[in-house]
Structures are given as structure tokens and as C-alpha cells.
């Protein structure tokens, strides 16, 4: 198993809680942007740049994507992507999202989409608080512990 970070919109907070886990873990942790990203020394983690353009990062992903690997990303055409491909898609928030939610997912997605197009405000995401980090924390350590025993 591997973690695949769509490091572009990443929080900096959420990427400390992945180096920790990857170190505590011992599990390879790859982030993937389309620009430089700093990363801590160590064996157990590394980045890949990608050329700039709309989803680069995203199709390197899922390249490179194998069955049972956890994608970090906020991205849910991503994580539809992830899901149908074996993997699995955590947010930063802590949201698993599994094959009973994503189609749902995709389909607010679309939704709000539309209506920014007809000129109607939907607003742009919450700042992640102190919960949602620890949401993410917990999310991950619960999905690590479950996923390591299978190794």
C-alpha cells in the first residue's frame, strides 16, 4: 500500500499529519503537484512535479494508482476515479469516500457547478478548522491500523 497526495490544494497541516504518519508507518507517501512542494528528508516519502495543466496531477495519480493505495484529495472526480480503480480517496476533512457516497458526491458537485454558471453565489469551502484536522488525523490512523494488519 501506498499514500497518493493531490498536493496542489493540500493543507500544509494535513501534509505535517501525512510525513508523521508515513514516518510512524514506514508506509511510501508520494505527493503529486504540478510545483515544487517541500517535503521533510526521508526515504519514506518523495515528489513527484508534474507539467502544469488542467487535472496533470490528477492523471499522474491515477497512473501510477495501484488496487488498495489511499489518494489524499478534496478533488471527488479524483476519487471517483480512485475508487473505480481499487484505491481508496480520503479529504482532508476526514471523508472516506467509498462507492456508496461518491456517486452522490459528484452529483452536488455537478449541481453547484451548474448553478455558478447561471451566476448564482455558492460560496467556496469552509477554512478547515482544528476539528477537521483532527477528523483527518483520527480518519487516517483508523484506515492505517486496518489496512497495515492486511500487509
Known sequence: MKIWVDAD????????ILFRAAERTRVQLT????QAVPIPPSR???MIQV???????DNEIVKRLGRGDLVI???IPLASEVID???YALNPRGELYTTDNIKERLNMRDFLATLRA????TGGPLTLSQSDRKNFAN???QFLTKHLKDR
Open 73 to 75: 484529495t478534496s478533488d
Open 44 to 46: 519514506h516519502i518523495d
Open 9 to 16: 490544494a493540500c493543507p500544509a497541516v494535513i501534509k505535517d
Open 85 to 87: 480503480k481499487g484505491g
Open 139 to 141: 480518519q487516517l490512523d
Open 51 to 57: 507539467r502544469s495543466g488542467f487535472d496533470a496531477a
Open 118 to 121: 447561471s451566476g448564482v453565489q
Open 31 to 34: 505527493l503529486v503537484a504540478n
